[in-house]
């Protein structure tokens, strides 16, 4: 049986209908306006535009060689690990966004139709009365007045995961600077041995040039010649033992800067002659630790985190309230009254309701209070792990100190050794042309001369790593290593 349209309930009905069509518009352009990540990978591309292939499309430009304080540079800006945290430190910051919003008023509308038809009926009973369809439109406010202090320190626990993120983020950008340093270093070093046994080769074939003559003119001695030429053998040897480190490392810095790690980038620099001393002592250097260090600035957000879930932890024993507010539309219309019946039951009333809620979870087997001795537990080994964190870097920053100075003595007893080495090769080469000397003398001279050429470039570099370690055990970023 139909029912009669109501002008009001018609003109209700429409009104909802316009809302919701309304809102699906919003949804549909919203979907379009703000793909989800999954689409805007499709956006892309095809599922190529996924493959590992494609990655090195979005680095940056590679220039023709890098300078330690370039390789840094570039090492920020296109490592990935780096980029990955930055993307943690966005969902941080989301993460404290949605905690913010959980202590501000929720409004939602809600709209329902619904319809009774009666099938059978049995007594004194007016199934007109039951025959119903009635429209429903809802506009509900909800606001937290009380959580226990839950709301608040969850919000601020979100904030300190943000700070710690972002703290985290600093510490891998200063690991990354680090590694670039002792890699860039090790290079230079590889790269000196390349140079300095190439040299050395050089020196060796001409020596053994000169001993097979002698020998053939019967000279000098065939053991000679044998031991000139397994010399050359062995230089030989550790020559290309450094060419292959040069180019293993040459890979690693490539990987580290964010490069393939084919690319035909070339490293330069060189250590420099005069190394500077450090501008402070160890005394400062640990002050200025116990202030930057980002390895206790985690520790230390770590520790409040931990002391925020306690205090939720407590606030679960306190009561909820909550306040709520609605304004309701509702619209009745009945079954079409019998032949002759003037009683007209369709109605339509709008009206607010207003309530405030009180919540308290008496008994819940214990659960809260175990929740808050782990919770009190988490703060204990935060302190701990706070107060072996502190240890550590003092440890650190009095080891690389020590270190730093050690190195930089030895230095200048390199630079002495390398100079008597060459001087000492020269006579020998000067001897062996005048047979006075033996090629014994010449190659033990040769010998002598190729360690103190290691032993200038293992100070050199031993100094500038000590001295990078004990930077980033400071907690400060310096690239290039200038005071």
């Not at 005048?434 to 470039?457: M, W």
């Not at 500038?464 to 400071?474: D, E, F, G, I, S």
């Amino acid at each position: 049986m139909s029912i009669p349209a109501n002008p009001k309930s018609v003109g209700t009905i429409a009104f909802y209908q316009t809302c919701c069509m309304f809102l699906v518009l919003q949804l549909v352009v919203l979907s379009v306006a703000l793909p989800t990540p999954v689409q805007a990978l499709s956006i892309a591309g095809s599922p190529a535009a996924l493959d590992l292939g494609a990655l090195p499309q979005d680095r940056p430009p590679v220039p023709a060689s890098y300078d330690l304080v370039a390789s840094v540079e570039r090492a920020l800006e296109a490592n990935p690990r780096i980029k990955a945290y930055r993307f943690r430190v966005e969902g941080a910051r989301a993460e404290s966004n949605i905690a913010l919003s959980r202590m501000l008023p929720t409004i939602s509308f809600s709209l329902s139709r619904s319809t009774i038809r009666n099938e059978s009926a049995r007594g004194a009973i007016d199934s007109d009365f039951i025959d119903q369809t009635a429209d429903m439109g809802s506009l509900q406010f909800s606001q937290p007045l009380f959580a226990g202090m839950t709301l608040l320190n969850g919000y601020q626990r979100a904030r300190l995961q943000q700070e710690l993120a972002a703290a985290e983020k600093d510490r891998i950008e200063g690991q990354i600077i680090l590694d670039v340093q002792m890699t860039y270093f090790d290079l230079l070093t590889a790269k000196g041995e390349v140079d300095a046994l190439r040299s050395a080769v050089t020196n060796l074939e001409t020596s053994v040039a000169a001993v097979r003559a002698y020998e053939q003119l019967r000279m000098a001695a065939y053991v000679d010649l044998l031991s000139a030429e397994a010399d050359l053998a062995d230089v030989r040897q550790q020559l290309s033992k450094a060419e292959n480190q040069v180019a293993v490392l040459t890979v690693r810095l490539n990987a580290l800067l964010g490069l393939a790690p084919t690319s035909a980038v070339a490293y330069a620099g060189n250590f420099p002659a005069a190394p500077q001393d450090l501008p402070w002592t160890i005394d400062a250097g640990v002050a200025r630790a116990m202030e930057q260090r980002l390895d206790l600035v985690i520790q230390r957000n770590v520790l409040a985190i931990a002391e925020k879930d306690a205090r939720i932890a407590a606030g679960q024993f306190l009561p909820r309230i909550d306040l709520q507010a609605a304004y309701n539309d509702l619209d009745k219309d009945f079954k079409e009254p019998a032949a002759g019946s003037r009683l007209d039951r369709d109605y339509e009333t709008a009206y607010w309701s207003t309530s405030v809620s009180l919540k308290w979870n008496i008994f819940e087997g214990g659960r809260r209070h175990f929740n808050m001795n782990r919770a009190d537990s988490e703060v204990l080994r935060a302190r701990e792990e706070l107060r072996e964190a502190v240890d550590q870097v003092i440890s650190q920053v009095h080891s690389f100190y020590l270190m730093s100075r050690e190195a930089r003595q030895r230095i200048d007893a390199a630079e002495q050794a390398l100079s008597e080495a060459a001087e000492a090769k020269a006579r020998a080469q000067v001897r062996f042309e005048a047979r006075i000397g033996t090629v014994t003398e010449l190659l033990d001279a040769e010998s002598r001369l190729i360690r103190a050429h290691s032993n200038r470039l293992q100070a050199r570099a031993d100094y500038h790593r000590a001295v990078a370690q004990l930077l980033y055990a400071v907690g400060e970023r310096n690239p290039a290593l200038r005071f």
